[in-house]
């Protein structure tokens, strides 16, 4: 019986496969990424081998002239390995498959970040970045998961992401304007005094305009 033999497919050996199908040395490489030459042969050639950021490679997938997301799906293993999690590698990408859309990788690390729930406070940054960035619906699924997981209902994690979440709703529709009034209504008097004078202009502007 014929036996196949399997090669695991990870970002390394496909940075190198695309590399050997383009003929680039890791010099030429450098020269149209911009990445260091020692950064890329560090992630490349070291064992261990140096972890890659989402902005390298996506800089390597314009080079490679891949769609934008070039394996996000194997780009978990470059965040979390067993249990250490590496929140400056971890946090873009996660910003990065929601302005993509990669729902598919979001659910993948929040189901590994959420066994421990401590882990939440890296939802509400990337929550947080998003939100800061103008792109509030992209928000809005993080500060629900903040907030279905957050016990603490005083936290400031919890009630500002109450609070972000009835600003992002905001201009979605009347019926939904009204929902998030009532959902957020509650917490407002928790807020921090500037948080609470901002909502409470906010409130008014949904409630009578």
Known sequence: METRKTTQKSIRSEIDKNMKENGYTLSKLSELSGVNPG???????SNPPRAITIGQLDTLAKVFEKAPGWLYELYPEEC???EKISRPRLIPYLVRCAELGHQDCIEVVVSRLLENPKNVSILFTVAEQLFQNGRKPMSVPFYQLVIETEKDSHS???LISQYRLFRALQGTSPEDNWKAVIRFEPYRNRLSENHQLDALLHLANACYI
């Open 39 to 45: 950064d890329l042969s560090e992630i490349l050639n």
């Open 156 to 158: 400031d994690h919890f």
């Open 80 to 82: 979390i390995a067993e």
